[in-house]
Structure formats: C-alpha cells, structure tokens
C-alpha cells in the first residue's frame, strides 16, 4: 500500500516573517525529512469589514484570487509550487468554499451567491460568525465560479484542496 505524508504550513507562523519567500528557503528541509505533500493553509488576503481581531480570520478571504500581501505575491507562490515540484513534492491547498469574508468582491458583484437576511444583505448562520457572509448554494452560477476558482489555482500547478 503506498503511503503518503503531508506537511502542513500556515506560513504567517512558519517563520520569523511568515513570508513564501522563507518558505521557500526552507522547503527542502522540509523534503528532507520525508514529506510527500507540502498542504498550504489560507494563503489569500484577509477581509478587513468586521475583522475579528488585529489580524482578522484566514478564513475570512476577501479574493479567491490573490495572494495576501504581507506573505509575498502570486509570483512568489509560482516560485513556490514550481520549486516543491522540482523536489518532487505535491502542493495542496486550504481552501474555504463555505464562505467569505464581508468585503469580498463577490458581496458587491454578486449579491446572489449568498444567503441573505431579512433586508436582503448577505449574512452569516452563526451570530458570532460576524466576519463572514454564508454562501447561498442553491445558486448554480456559484458553483461555475467556484469551479473557475479551482481552475484558477489547478492552472497554476496546485494539486489539490
């Protein structure tokens, strides 16, 4: 039976600046000690409306597409994928298809992938879930954009979520 062990990494604490850059220092340590599958937890800028906290939620993304500023740019996430797989290392990534935060561009583009509340704006199930807006899957064009998303990042060399 083939086996396969993953390595997961929130790079904000990885390294002193929780940067892709020091991620990328540090990747083939990280092959050395026999890992198969490097698992990037969310890498994508943080919502500021309604932020919990200083730092906000990773879970709160504000843009499916991009990559969030203070770790490094999408460029640098290239240079990461392409040097795990030159390593021989799959990448995967943590991504949440629940959700968004309250200034994603979705909220203001389209209204219509969520589940609103009683004045039609978009909202959350959970009260203390302030920071983030439900999505509204009975909404098939959510489910084309969300594949698109996936496609995104696929194109990209991402192996999987």
Do not use: C
């Not at 990885?14 to 083939?28: A, M, P, R, W």
């Not at 597409?65 to 640098?76: I, M, Q, R």
């Amino acid at each position: 039976m083939l086996t396969q062990s993953i390595y997961q990494v929130f790079i904000r604490n990885h390294t002193d600046d929780g940067t892709i850059k020091e991620l990328i220092n540090d990747i083939e340590r990280i092959k050395s000690m026999g890992f198969d599958i490097l698992y990037l937890m969310p890498f994508h800028p943080i919502s500021v409306l309604n932020r919990k906290g200083t730092y906000g939620s990773p879970y709160a993304i504000a843009d499916y597409y991009e990559v969030s500023e203070d770790l490094g740019t999408l460029e640098d996430l290239q240079e990461l994928i392409n040097k795990a797989h030159s390593l021989g290392l799959k990448v995967i990534m943590d991504i949440v298809f629940n959700h968004t935060g309250r200034d994603h561009t979705y909220i203001t583009t389209h209204p219509e992938y969520y589940v609103l509340d009683k004045e039609g704006h978009p909202t959350a199930r959970v009260a203390d879930w302030y920071d983030i807006a439900d999505f509204n899957f009975d909404n098939k064009d959510l489910w084309e954009e969300l594949i698109n998303v996936l496609t995104f990042w696929s194109n990209r060399g991402i192996d999987g979520v």
